[in-house]
């Protein structure tokens, strides 16, 4: 459970820093978004140091759960229901996920 929390946190962390720019080139907000925005990527970059396992496999295993948080935050913050396919592409990256994750030990 605290790996998925953490990987939960890292994900918005990654995707609210990628947003913040967005909102400023796409929508003609503020250049000021730029600062959170910057700090938002440096607690991503570093969260990820948080995980005990090889840095490779974090990324690889980590890519389930954003796309996951990604596709929940295309609902909650740009108000779009994800598709069928979005739901079954999440459940294929999640059972990579978990196959990376949760390997036998060598």
């Not at 990654?14 to 700090?39: A, N, T």
């Not at 938002?40 to 840095?55: C, E, Q, V």
């Not at 598709?83 to 990579?96: E, F, K, Q």
Request: with cysteine; proline share 4%; glycine share 8%.
């Amino acid at each position: 459970m605290k790996i998925l929390l953490l990987f939960v946190a890292t994900a918005l962390a990654e995707i609210i820093g990628c947003y913040l720019p967005y909102l400023w080139l796409k929508q003609g907000r503020s250049m000021w978004l730029l600062v959170p925005g910057f700090l938002s990527l440096a607690l991503f970059a570093w969260l990820l140091t948080l995980h005990d396992t090889a840095a490779g496999r974090v990324y690889a295993a980590y890519g389930g759960v954003y796309i996951s948080v990604a596709l929940l935050w295309l609902w909650a913050v740009d108000q779009v229901r994800p598709t069928v396919w979005d739901i079954a592409g999440v459940a294929m990256a999640l059972i990579g996920m978990g196959i990376i994750m949760f390997q036998p030990a060598r």
